[in-house]
């Protein structure tokens, strides 16, 4: 063998196991991107859940506590708000999440004024959706919690050095985190004066 045919067989090797090498990079971003996507689906889950328990909630506590309706109206409105940002376009995960913040927050003004009925704390239905609602929100904090670790994973593969080459080459953009808005990380107010 002459050199240059091992020069040029050297020059082929090194090809081959640059490309394997940018396919499996590339396969790992794909693989996170859908895992962000699932995480967000599973989110999406839970929070579906939670839109359909808020109906049963609000009739159950307007039955005992009808001249609450400020508070029941606040979670009606940040209930459709929920189901309108899950149609909207755009930057629909941020929007999703802001509307899904202020349905959490009303629902935990809801059930604190709902403390102040006892005929309504002790009512079977009331106590059973209660139970269900406090299980989803543990199950939609999981889930905001895996997604969050995964987009860290992404957006981490996506910055660094040499995945970050690849990333910028196939346009792989990173990902939004799930997170609280200010207003959600204070205790609602409730005053039993009204």
Do not use: C
Not at 21 to 44: E, F, K, M, S, T
Not at 60 to 72: F, I, Q, R
């Amino acid at each position: 063998m002459s050199v240059s045919m091992i020069v040029l067989i050297i020059i082929v090797l090194l090809v081959v196991l640059l490309v394997i090498w940018g396919i499996g990079i590339y396969n790992g971003l794909v693989n996170l991107r859908n895992r962000v996507a699932n995480g967000w689906a599973q989110i999406d889950v839970q929070l579906k859940q939670r839109a359909d328990l808020v109906p049963n909630l609000v009739q159950t506590v307007k039955g005992y506590a009808s001249h609450e309706s400020t508070v029941l109206e606040e979670v009606t409105k940040a209930r459709a708000d929920v189901a309108q940002a899950q149609t909207a376009g755009g930057d629909q995960m941020q929007a999703r999440a802001d509307a899904e913040q202020r349905l959490g927050q009303s629902l935990v003004t809801l059930m604190a004024r709902a403390e102040a009925y006892p005929e309504l704390k002790a009512n079977q239905n009331f106590l059973d959706l209660q139970r269900q609602l406090k299980d989803l929100e543990d199950k939609i904090a999981y889930a905001r919690q895996f997604y969050n670790d995964v987009v860290q994973k992404f957006n981490t593969r996506i910055e660094t050095v040499p995945s970050n080459i690849i990333a910028s080459l196939f346009h792989f953009r990173q990902a939004q985190y799930f997170q609280a808005d200010e207003g959600s990380r204070q205790a609602p107010v409730v005053d039993f004066g009204q």
